[in-house]
């Protein structure tokens, strides 16, 4: 099951502002306790962050929020973080601060299509292996070496560096993309 977390919600309720700009470090920190509260309550194992009530998010908020959370979530117990409703700029803040972190984190390109995208920092077989298996979908090791037309062993390591990130999910062995809706 997954559940989803609207931040611009979370916002008016924590700021009591009438304005969409999760701005300044303290705001983040703020709305990141919130949502680390909403999913300690929950036994959802995908938590879909909702971003489009957001009009400005800055690079402090960006770390606050998303950077932090993930960070503090490294032992989340087998849960799933997925962003969406981001708007291009919000996309570069976020990659930011996570390239920064060496942390990464997958985001829907939009709400029409449900594409997934990485944010962040993976490596460049990492990332090939992310796109296959969205293409794709559940892959085993071997399977996506053959797609790529890899060795066995670099198709492993991209598949343990996803599953390190929270990116993919795996049965034991085969890996797919995050279950999004």
Same mark, same amino acid.
């Given at each position: 099951?997954?559940?989803?977390?609207?931040?611009?919600? =979370?916002?008016?309720?924590? !700021?009591?502002?009438?304005?969409?700009h999760? !701005?300044?470090?303290?705001?983040?920190?703020?709305?990141?306790?919130?949502?680390q509260?909403?999913l300690?309550?929950?036994?959802?194992?995908?938590?879909?962050?909702?971003?489009?009530?957001?009009? *400005?998010? /800055?690079?402090?908020?960006? /770390?606050?929020?998303?950077?932090?959370?993930?960070?503090a979530a490294?032992d989340? /117990?087998?849960?799933?973080?997925?962003?969406?409703? *981001?708007?291009?700029?919000?996309?570069?803040?976020?990659?930011?601060?996570?390239?920064?972190?060496?942390?990464?984190?997958?985001a829907?390109?939009d709400? /029409?299509d449900?594409?997934?995208?990485? *944010?962040? &920092?993976?490596?460049?077989?990492?990332?090939?292996?992310?796109? $296959?298996? $969205?293409?794709?979908? #559940?892959?085993?090791?071997?399977? *996506?070496? #053959?797609?790529?037309? &890899?060795?066995?062993?670099?198709?492993?390591?991209?598949?343990?560096?996803?599953?390190?990130?929270?990116? !993919?999910q795996?049965?034991?062995?085969? $890996? $797919?993309?995050?279950? =999004?809706?």
């Amino acid at each position: 099951m997954i559940q989803t977390i609207r931040i611009g919600h =979370l916002l008016r309720e924590t !700021v009591a502002t009438p304005y969409r700009h999760l !701005v300044t470090r303290p705001t983040g920190a703020a709305i990141r306790g919130r949502i680390q509260a909403v999913l300690a309550a929950s036994e959802c194992l995908t938590a879909l962050l909702d971003f489009s009530g957001i009009e *400005l998010l /800055d690079f402090s908020c960006a /770390d606050e929020v998303v950077a932090k959370l993930l960070l503090a979530a490294e032992d989340r /117990d087998g849960r799933f973080l997925v962003l969406c409703g *981001l708007r291009e700029d919000q996309h570069e803040a976020i990659e930011h601060v996570l390239t920064h972190h060496h942390l990464a984190v997958t985001a829907l390109r939009d709400e /029409d299509d449900g594409t997934p995208r990485l *944010l962040g &920092w993976v490596t460049a077989d990492a990332h090939a292996a992310f796109g $296959c298996l $969205c293409e794709r979908g #559940a892959l085993s090791a071997g399977e *996506l070496a #053959a797609a790529l037309d &890899w060795p066995s062993a670099r198709a492993e390591a991209a598949l343990e560096a996803l599953a390190g990130h929270r990116l !993919v999910q795996t049965d034991g062995e085969r $890996c $797919c993309p995050l279950p =999004l809706a």
